[in-house]
């Protein structure tokens, strides 16, 4: 078992290398081969200053050289420097942008798994009565509304019309309202993962099996029924995790929250190449991370579950 | 007298979408101590709703609606679920036909085995383990300090069910209900089960309901058997009775269908001519009627009610007590009435 499962991680290390210099070289080379620099600009500026900038950041150079160059720096776990933001290195602005992200991405994440599972486990129970009906067609509309519709609605009632939270990020208690909109869709989606699971599961033998041995049916649900119905939840959560702690595009700009998602728009619309490569390297790595851990939440959950 | 288990009457049905479907319909019987009772029928015809009912384990939309079932002399139907848990797996256990599914893949098979004994016993962790060792080694399981640790998917389907009887019998229940125990089963694996099981009833003296569709089972091991159709009784007696002196045509249609080695190869099986019944629309009279070769029109018309034929011996069938009263059968229709039936039953249809 021990031996099965270092083989197991140098097999998934070793994946994940690959998996992150494919990112690397697909996003760089499809990146150059857009018609714009990063320091093409309203305000026009001398060939000379552009020479001269293209030198200090290593773009004049030949591509395959420029790659191989990015390459060796991002093993050294050198990410270069932002050409949008003059002065700070890559690395420093995604570690600021992502300990926003990540302080409500992980509080959203959290209240949608705990919120999904415990709604999803009492449509179950109450299958074809009012409360599963309700949760239904909440989860249902929740599901279909994209995230800027929901984000905007927030703003515009709970914000501006009641009060009751700030608009902005930054402000005391403005992270409320980002936090909920990012939670709303996994929510609703766990939720319903976890009603149809959880259906499957309590009309299987064994919960037959567990009642006849005169376990109490509060404990059937949350020892026999639960851990086999969490499986496609973990399925879910794993990548879910990844992108709603990496910040989302939307929901950051519509609340001004300073975080990756935004630095993410802002480097792309800036054509910042360095960030752009340096915030979709950090995406990259956070799914793989993300999907590794869910798969070691399998073999927990599931002994039947082989990793290797 | 008082026996350990009496069934008195039993109706469940299922309030389903589409209708009332009276899965048992007034069911008695009686069980004493260390005695293996039969209950034999076709797919469908209650056996296992009959079982689920004694221990109210019936799921949604499955209700007990009338009767009583009495253990010792005291009623379960209408016990507070509170102390009906207290019977369950206790008092009364019972074992599934398909071991690979009964036990829970994602608990070791130790923890499921001490589940029981904790819950039943108090023992503290230490001893209830000790003692599912002990159920383990007793229902033949090798190395079963190992084997606690393991889960179900790691044994084989004639482990899986030894597992489930060691579960069942772990805290010494009066009762073991057998829900056709054999089934999922290979041949050979069969044997073993049944022979361990009247082994374990040898050793701890407990009464064995042995649900079943398999006539050979039933001639093995039981010593009262119960003959079910469309959720009813049609026969009830000591086996011997049931083998050798059959008084509901069902029965003797099951024995006639029996294969026998003796046979010329040529020879075709005897089937049950017809369908089961629609449990949505039982017929007025006897459920047997459409498809029994001896059907009268009295028997389309009235159910028919228990009548003792012999000391030991129920059957619910009319030509009994027709025989008995020396009507002549010719005239009350014989198999016109069952054509008759029949007929009006496609002109329904169409």
């Known amino acids: ?308 | 007298m008082q026996h350990l288990l009496e069934v008195k009457n039993l109706q469940t049905t299922f309030f389903t979408p589409s209708g009332e479907v009276r899965a048992v319909g007034n069911v008695s019987f009686n069980l004493e101590p260390g005695k293996v009772l039969g209950i034999v029928g076709e797919s469908g015809s209650g056996k296992s709703v009959t079982a689920y009912s004694i221990l109210q384990i019936l799921t949604h939309p499955g209700r007990i609606v009338g009767g009583s079932v009495k253990l010792h002399g005291q009623e379960l139907v209408g016990l507070p679920e509170e102390e009906m848990r207290k019977v369950r797996g206790n008092k009364i256990s019972i074992i599934f036909q398909d071991p690979m599914t009964s036990l829970n893949p994602v608990f070791t098979i130790g923890n499921q085995l001490m589940e029981a004994i904790i819950l039943h016993t108090q023992r503290p962790r230490e001893q209830a383990r000790e003692r599912a060792i002990e159920m383990l080694r007793l229902v033949g399981i090798n190395e079963p300090e190992k084997r606690i640790h393991q889960y179900a998917y790691e044994l084989s389907g004639g482990m899986r069910q030894r597992v489930m009887i060691a579960m069942a019998l772990a805290c010494e229940p009066d009762i073991l209900i057998a829900d056709e125990p054999t089934t999922a089963l290979d041949v050979t694996i069969q044997a073993q089960i049944l022979e361990l099981m009247l082994e374990l009833q040898k050793k701890l003296g407990m009464a064995i309901i042995m649900i079943t569709h398999d006539l050979g089972v039933i001639a093995n091991m039981c010593d009262e058997v119960v003959v079910m159709y469309a959720g009813r009784i049609c026969e009830r007696g000591t086996a011997p009775e049931i083998f050798y002196n059959p008084r509901h045509e069902y029965t003797r249609g099951l024995l006639r269908s029996i294969p026998n080695i003796d046979n010329d190869e040529k020879s075709r099986l005897i089937p049950i001519m017809g369908t089961p019944v629609d449990l949505l629309n039982l017929p007025k009279g006897c459920p047997f009627a459409p498809r029994c070769e001896r059907a009268m029109k009295v028997c389309l018309n009235q159910f028919p009610e228990e009548y003792w034929v012999a000391k030991d011996h129920i059957a619910s069938c009319w030509v009994n007590v027709l025989e008995k009263v020396g009507a002549p059968l010719a005239e009350l229709g014989g198999q016109e009435a069952a054509q008759q039936m029949a007929r009006e039953g496609e002109e329904a249809a169409q």
């Open chain 1, 1 to 308: 078992m021990n031996s099965k499962f270092l083989i197991y991680m140098f097999k998934r290390l070793g994946m994940a290398l690959l998996t992150i210099f494919l990112v690397i070289a697909i996003t760089f080379f499809v990146m150059h081969a857009i018609p714009a620099s990063p320091f093409s600009s309203e305000k026009a500026k001398s060939d000379a200053v552009i020479k001269a900038l293209e030198i200090k950041y290593g773009f004049d150079k030949p591509l395959g050289v420029q790659f191989l160059n990015y390459l060796w720096g991002v093993l050294h776990f050198d990410f270069g420097l932002s050409t949008a933001w003059v002065g700070f290195t890559v690395a420093d602005l995604i570690m600021g942008g992502f300990s926003y992200s990540a302080s409500i991405g992980f509080t959203a994440a959290f209240i949608a798994i705990i919120l999904g599972i415990l709604f999803g486990c009492l449509a179950a129970l109450n299958r074809g009565k009012w409360l599963d009906s309700v949760i239904q067609v909440v989860t249902t509309a929740l599901v279909s509304m994209p995230s800027f519709v929901v984000a905007t609605l927030l703003l515009l009632f709970v914000s501006f019309r009641l009060g009751w939270f700030p608009s902005l990020g930054n402000q005391p208690g403005g992270m409320v309202l980002p936090i909920v909109s990012l939670s709303l869709y996994p929510m609703a989606y766990i939720t319903r993962l976890q009603r149809s699971s959880m259906l499957d599961v309590l009309g299987a033998d064994y919960i037959r099996t567990a009642r006849a041995k005169g376990v109490k049916s509060s404990k059937v649900i949350y020892k026999h029924a639960l851990k086999n119905a969490l499986t496609p939840v973990i399925t879910y959560a794993g990548p879910m995790m990844a992108y709603i702690l990496t910040g989302s595009m939307v929901v950051e700009n519509i609340f001004s929250v300073p975080g990756l998602g935004r630095l993410f728009t802002n480097s792309m619309l800036r054509t910042d190449y360095m960030m752009i490569m340096g915030v979709t390297i950090f995406l990259a790595f956070m799914i793989i991370l993300m999907n590794f851990i869910s798969d070691v939440l399998y073999k927990v959950m599931d002994p039947r579950i082989d990793l290797a």
